[in-house]
């Protein structure tokens, strides 16, 4: 199977394996019905304990690349093939012993972790232990504990201008969670979805898992280009990142917003709205969500992972009152309910005011490494770097005019110790973002994002030569 762990990388040993049979697969590599190998057979020819075969099997099981059943074999799914596809983790397969120097890692999405308010955190998780009635060491309900959710309802309100009551808030077990759990509420197989191109290769995964047929629509730096919306027989989900748009970073202006909700509107669909990072927002206050616009026609999609900690496993759904209820029963049916302490503790860190504080001392910091990057971008490259999706979150796009990143490039950018993603990964329809690439900084520090872009230059310039 030509599979390798590294076990000197920071990638876990089940997201390595994950990921090269995951690429496998979407490339093409391996076909529709070739049969995979045991979970034993596996885990004895990498040396790793079965249990993580076992967990990487589940992953690709539950994303739909894989299929079987007890005692007659895995087998690659039909229509897991993705053409052109390249893997968003190029340099993943360059042996650590190659690199001469710890890699500087640009990957998106990351906070700052070691700024994570522990302390507070774990007076917080004692404090509720200790004075949590009984029920809450029980079976909660599906839509979460009633604390958070009459919380998180006063918060979207006053930050995020969304409108709801606590009935329409479903609590999920993260974004993974809570947008598999809108696309099998609105999809049945061979149903149409409208999507950003290019939008995350997970976001395309989760949707395309429910069988339904995808309509890529492009997006520029104002995020969709919602005069291009599909003549589509009638779709049932339109996804879209309004705020902070991934990757290219655009934020979606008023009159596209009328524009996809009359589109919806008309075709009886619901548009979901991702909105995953943008309290990070470095030139002025969030921008107003889309589901304020029309309550009805827009399920909101959050999380705390990117504002807070992506251990906590903490989502949530805003729904249409319509769609509660089976939302309700499809959360059940994935996982009964999350996790009730963590949920009393973030309700109590809302309630007094920690998040807040928490989120303005990260958003000047984002901030400064924001303007690190884009110094040491400007002077490391000067004109030949063309610098968008600066204005919230983590991360910002490096676009190269001329520039072609092969995967060749990739894993001399890893030779030189520093790992950049491209855009392009993300692209449904290939070759419209040859010379961009992704990168984040909200877990580097100054010194390492400005050594990062050194050796970044390096590598350009060896392909230059």
Not at 182 to 191: F, M, V, Y
Not at 401 to 414: I, V
């Amino acid at each position: 199977m030509f599979l390798t762990v590294d076990r000197t990388s920071e990638l876990p040993l089940i997201r390595q394996i994950f990921e090269q049979i995951r690429g496998n697969i979407l490339s093409g590599a391996w076909k529709a019905g070739e049969k995979l190998p045991s979970t034993r057979e596996l885990s004895k020819s990498l040396h790793v304990s079965r249990n993580v075969v076992l967990e990487a099997y589940e992953l690709l099981f539950a994303e739909g690349f894989i299929h079987g059943h007890h005692g007659s074999g895995t087998y690659v799914s039909e229509g897991a093939c993705l053409p052109h596809y390249q893997s968003p983790l190029p340099a993943a397969s360059a042996p650590a012993a190659a690199l001469a120097q710890p890699a500087i890692d640009f990957r998106s999405g990351i906070p700052d972790l070691t700024l994570f308010p522990r302390r507070r955190w774990g007076r917080l998780l004692q404090e509720v232990s200790l004075t949590a009635d009984a029920d809450a060491f029980g079976y909660g309900k599906p839509e979460g504990r009633p604390e958070l959710r009459e919380e998180l309802a006063r918060y979207l309100g006053r930050v995020r201008g969304v409108t709801c009551s606590p009935e329409e808030i479903v609590i999920t077990s993260g974004t993974t969670q809570a947008l598999a759990l809108a696309a099998r509420l609105l999809l049945q197989p061979g149903d149409e979805a409208v999507i950003e191109d290019p939008i995350t290769r997970d976001i395309q995964a989760i949707i395309s898992a429910t069988g339904c047929v995808l309509h890529p629509v492009p997006v520029d730096a104002q995020g969709m280009r919602t005069d291009l919306l599909p003549d589509a027989t009638g779709p049932k989900l339109v996804f879209v990142t309004p705020s902070h748009q991934f990757p290219l970073g655009g934020t979606l202006p008023i009159q596209r917003r009328i524009q996809l909700l009359q589109y919806a509107q008309q075709a009886g669909a619901y548009v979901v709205e991702d909105d995953y990072d943008s309290e990070f927002r470095h030139a002025g206050p969030p921008i107003s969500s889309l589901q304020g616009l029309a309550p009805e026609r827009v399920i909101y999609v959050g999380t705390f992972s990117k504002i807070l900690s992506p251990a906590l496993r903490i989502g949530y759904l805003v729904l249409p009152t319509a769609l509660v209820t089976r939302c309700r029963e499809l959360k059940w049916f994935a996982d009964l309910h999350t996790a009730s302490f963590t949920q009393l503790a973030l309700a109590r860190f809302l309630a007094e005011g920690d998040l807040a504080r928490h989120i303005n001392r990260m958003k000047k910091l984002y901030r400064k490494r924001r303007d690190c990057l884009i110094s040491a971008l400007r002077h490391q490259f000067g004109e030949r770097v063309a610098i968008s999706g600066e204005s919230t979150g983590m991360h910002l796009i490096a676009t190269f005019a001329g520039h072609c990143f092969a995967p060749a490039f990739f894993e001399r950018a890893a030779r030189a110790g520093v790992l950049v993603y491209p855009v392009e990964a993300h692209a449904i329809v290939s070759g419209r973002h040859d010379g961009r690439l992704i990168l984040g900084y909200g877990h580097l520090q100054e010194e390492q994002i400005a050594e990062g872009i050194r050796r970044l230059g390096e590598a350009i310039s060896l392909g230059d030569q």
